[in-house]
């Protein structure tokens, strides 16, 4: 049986509608939505490749406020135009550093936002499952940015989720990115946490105006016991290109969506990642793309690792609306497995109504190449090295699309440190 | 006083650079080579002739210790140290070279950077500081030019989209980085025409020395006419069956494999 959400989460609902007056009605009519669609379960073909038994079996509480700092991964070495710390889902003044964005855009806090003027609470995008419209009824903060136009801004804005001695609390943050026409902005959101049993489930929603740019790289690498489920609903106008680059390594689960609506002609969208999936891990993505006019495109490189009973799983639905010519979307999904434990899934789907597209996708699984390590080896490349360099080579397509540099270094080093940790391993043999 | 000791080990050294006794090898529960005898000194040129099947790929990747290929029975010394003992990395780093009849394609992975991690990883083995990039690039360069491969080629990903001689040439440019006391070269010369033949024959014979030795592993005696063998060993059904001059080539040619052995 489906848990009452209504039930589990009204109190909470109440809690926070007390913090920020004025937002109980958006706050009830989405957990009855919520309670509605019920947390997705087994038959939910979205949601096929994700066990969520550890969240219907639970009531997540609001986390506390943070005593201890949990010791966290490497930063990723960038220089930033602002950082912006959230603990244990809230806005932490004193670890962030907000540079001089503010100078060259609006930037805010959530809760600041929504009670400067309650109207605001019109934009939030409800949802459209169970997760999203709970996080719409337990949002209590996030960022809010709104890049003028003509406004291009070089440093990556970064946002740093941390979560610490939170065992049974969710934290449920919501951003909100607004690019004015030609502005441009690149943000690294990065989440993580110590070994408590918490869920993160983080909304983003993005509206990129005509000729913007938006570049998204969303490192997500949550303590080992967390849920995570995050999502982004982006709509792109004319012109106006959203990349993302989705990196899982973190959490017990994870699950990442993307809506992404071209709305205008020439509109682009390129949706990237890398999971790597240790033992007993699951990263899900699921990806929507809706192509509603003629020459917009979309392109989506995929690549996972799983480690012997690891599972990496991706879906991804491309629409192109009737009378939507001229597009083209490319989809490409490739999956390493260490041993027949290891799980990889992959389910492209289509649905096209135009009949002048260019629409590609491919899907393959399999192993390290035995060969090729043997011919690296042969020429004095220890084995680890050799492993290293053919991961490497592996998952380059899908970061291609960061354009600074050190982020793509950092992560290149993040996913080899990832190898050498598992350099005892041996990986099936392709025969 | 001359200490004469000094020089007797030297001596001794140089002529024990590979010697294999008695080697049985078995791939996937298959005996392939039942029974094999060779010495290579240092400053010689040996050829192994024998027909497809005969084992002679089989030898030359267990020297260099690919790991599905089980040494059942026998020894392989190298320089006097027992190989058998070492990772295949650690056999180039001990001086030991492979020439792949069929070069491996990486994508990914460019010809530039996969060329200087073997050379650095071979020069930290042996305790020397890595060599920066702009060293390295001039020295691949000049490399590249002795054996006629385009640089445009350094650029590219290994073997990937490279014609059978192209694939030659760079393994040829491997070798000279690398500069190896023993050069193994499986069937370098297959898929080569005569101007690639020719060049990589140069690669080859500049690599003569009186330090360095070559085994050269073919069916062809077309080869061994741009590259003369010091010595020719027939390989039958995993053992050698005959050893001679380089004339046992010419006669292998003239009066087939059944005929010598």
Known sequence: ?431 | MVDFSTNMTLEKDKEKMLNIKGLHVQVDGTKIIKGLDLKVNAGEVHAIMGLNGAGKSTLANTIAGRADYAVTAGTIEFCGKDLTALEPHERVGEGIFLGFQYPVEIPGVSNLNFMRTSLNSVRKYNGLDAMSAAEFMKLVRAKANDLKMDPEMLKRFVNVGFSGGEKKRNEMVQMALLNPKLAVLDETDSGLDIDALRTVSEGINAQRSDDTAILLITHYQRLLSYVQPDFVHVMIDGKIVKSGGKDLALELEEKGYAAVA
């Open chain 1, 1 to 431: 049986m489906k848990p009452d959400l209504l039930a589990n989460y009204e109190d909470q609902v109440w809690e926070l509608a007390g913090l920020m007056p004025g937002t109980e009605g958006l706050r009830m009519r989405a957990l009855n939505a919520a309670t509605e669609y019920g947390l997705p379960g087994k038959r939910d073909e979205k949601w096929r490749y994700s066990n969520m038994r550890a969240l219907r079996d639970a009531i997540f509480s609001q986390p506390l406020a943070a005593k201890n700092m949990p010791s966290l991964p490497a930063a990723i070495a960038v220089e930033t135009s602002a950082s912006l710390v959230f603990v244990n889902g809230r806005f932490n003044e004193d670890l962030s550093d907000m540079g001089d964005l503010w100078q060259a855009a609006q930037v805010r806090p959530l809760a600041n936002h929504l009670m400067s003027n309650m109207d605001r609470a019109n934009e939030l995008v409800p949802g459209d499952d169970a997760m999203t419209c709970l996080n719409t009824a337990l949002m209590r903060d996030g960022m809010v940015l709104s890049v003028p136009a003509g406004v291009e801004i070089d440093d990556p804005v970064e946002i740093v989720h941390i979560m610490t001695d939170s065992d049974g609390a969710g934290t449920h943050l919501r951003h909100m990115i607004e690019l004015g026409e030609g502005a441009a902005i690149t943000l690294l959101e990065r989440y993580v946490g110590d070994g408590s049993h918490y869920w993160t489930n983080s909304v983003l929603q993005a509206r990129i105006s005509e000729g913007a740019r938006f570049q998204h790289i969303r490192l997500q690498e949550e303590g080992a016991a967390a849920q995570h489920t995050g999502k982004v609903f982006a709509n792109i106008g004319t012109g106006a290109s959203y990349r993302a680059t989705t990196i899982n390594i973190g959490g017990a689960l994870s699950r990442f969506e993307a809506n992404v609506r071209l709305l205008i002609d020439d509109a682009s969208a390129s949706i990237d990642g890398v999971a790597l999936a240790g033992t007993g891990q699951s990263h899900d993505t699921y990806t929507e793309i809706n192509h509603l006019m003629p020459t917009t495109t979309s392109d989506q490189i995929f690549r996972t690792i799983a480690d012997s009973r690891g599972k990496t799983s991706f879906q991804g639905k491309v629409s192109v609306a009737k009378d939507a010519q001229k597009v083209t979307a490319d989809q490409s999904f490739k999956a390493l497995v260490f041993d027949n434990t290891a799980e990889a899934n992959a389910k492209p789907e289509l649905e096209i109504l135009a009949d002048d597209v260019k629409c590609s996708h491919g899907a393959t699984v399999g192993a390290l190449d035995d060969k090729a390590i043997f011919y690296l080896t042969s020429r004095g490349i220890d084995p680890i090295t050799a492993r290293q360099m053919l991961v490497e080579a592996f998952t380059a397509d899908a970061l291609q699309a960061i354009a600074h540099d050190d982020i793509k270094t950092a992560l290149m080093e993040r996913i080899s440190d990832w190898m050498t940790e598992r350099a005892h391993k041996p990986v099936l043999q392709e025969h």
